[in-house]
C-alpha cells in the first residue's frame, strides 16, 4: 500500500543553519505530495505541495522538489529561525482523496 | 474568511460516557476527512464525508466510532463508551473538491482525555 517514510527527530539546530528533512514514499500511481506544519497545541498548517514530477513546492522560504526517479519530497530551508521550530509532516494524496501522513519531524532552533 | 472550526477544543470523558466532536468546513467546501492523531504519532485518516453521505469510513473502528455530515449543521464525529485508548487530538480537514490536487484545510482540533 501507500506510505510515506520521514527521517526520525528531533532535528536541533542553530539560528541560521541549513534545514533538510528527508521524506521518501510508496505508490502506486502518480500522487500529490505535501508538507504540513505543526506548531505546539495547534492544528496542521499547509506549507507547500507539488502535485507532479519534477514540480517546486515552496513558501516562506521552505522548498521541495517532487523527485519521482527517487520517490523523494525532502524539504529545505536555507536559513531557519527560531520560529520554525514546529513539527513538520509529509503527507500524500492519491486517486482516493485521503492523506497518508508520515509520522512527523520535530524540528528545534536555538538562539 | 473563517478556516475549519472545530469544537470544543478539549474534551474530557470518563470511561464509558459519550463523545461528540463537531466540525465546520470552510465556507465553500463540501468534503470533510476526520483523523486521529495518538501522542507522538502522525495522523492517521478516519473517514471522508460530503454532505448526507459517507464516502470512505475505512480507517473508521468497527465498534463505537460513527461519523454524519449533514444537509444542514456541522459534521459530528461520535465515540461512543469512551475507552482510555480513544485519548487522542481529532482533526477535521475540508476541501473544496475532490481529487489528489485538492488541498485539505486543518482545523485545530479536538484534544479527547478519557479519564
Known amino acids: 500500500g501507500n506510505s510515506v517514510t520521514q527521517m526520525e527527530g528531533p532535528v536541533t539546530l542553530s539560528e541560521e543553519a541549513f534545514l533538510t528533512i528527508n521524506c521518501t514514499y510508496t505508490a502506486t500511481g502518480y500522487p500529490s505530495l505535501f508538507w504540513y506544519v505543526q506548531y505546539p497545541g495547534e492544528g496542521l498548517q499547509l506549507l507547500l505541495k507539488a502535485t507532479k514530477a519534477d514540480d517546486k513546492g515552496s513558501n516562506k522560504g521552505f522548498e521541495a522538489t517532487y523527485r519521482k526517479e527517487t520517490t523523494s519530497f525532502h524539504l529545505e530551508k536555507g536559513s531557519v529561525q527560531v520560529s520554525d521550530s514546529a513539527v513538520y509532516f509529509c503527507?500524500?494524496?492519491?486517486?482516493?482523496?485521503?492523506?497518508?501522513f508520515g509520522t512527523g519531524t520535530r524540528l528545534q532552533v536555538f538562539p | 474568511n473563517a478556516g475549519v472550526m472545530q469544537n470544543p477544543r478539549h474534551l474530557v470523558r470518563r470511561r464509558g460516557q459519550e463523545a461528540r466532536l463537531r466540525c465546520s468546513p470552510m465556507?465553500?467546501?463540501?468534503?470533510v476527512y476526520w483523523y486521529r492523531q495518538l501522542p507522538e504519532e502522525g495522523l492517521k485518516f478516519m473517514v471522508y464525508l460530503q454532505k448526507e453521505n459517507i464516502i470512505d469510513e475505512s480507517g473508521m473502528p468497527k465498534e463505537r466510532f460513527s461519523a454524519e455530515f449533514p444537509k444542514e449543521g456541522p459534521s459530528i464525529l461520535r465515540i461512543q463508551q469512551v475507552v482510555r485508548g480513544d485519548s487522542a487530538a481529532y482533526f477535521c480537514?475540508?476541501?473544496?473538491?475532490?481529487?489528489?490536487?485538492?488541498?485539505?484545510?486543518f482545523g485545530p482540533g479536538t484534544r479527547l482525555l478519557v479519564l
Open positions: 465556507k465553500g467546501h463540501s468534503h
Open positions: 503527507a500524500l494524496s492519491e486517486n482516493t482523496d485521503k492523506l497518508i
Open positions: 480537514a475540508s476541501s473544496r473538491g475532490q481529487g489528489r490536487i485538492e488541498t485539505q484545510y
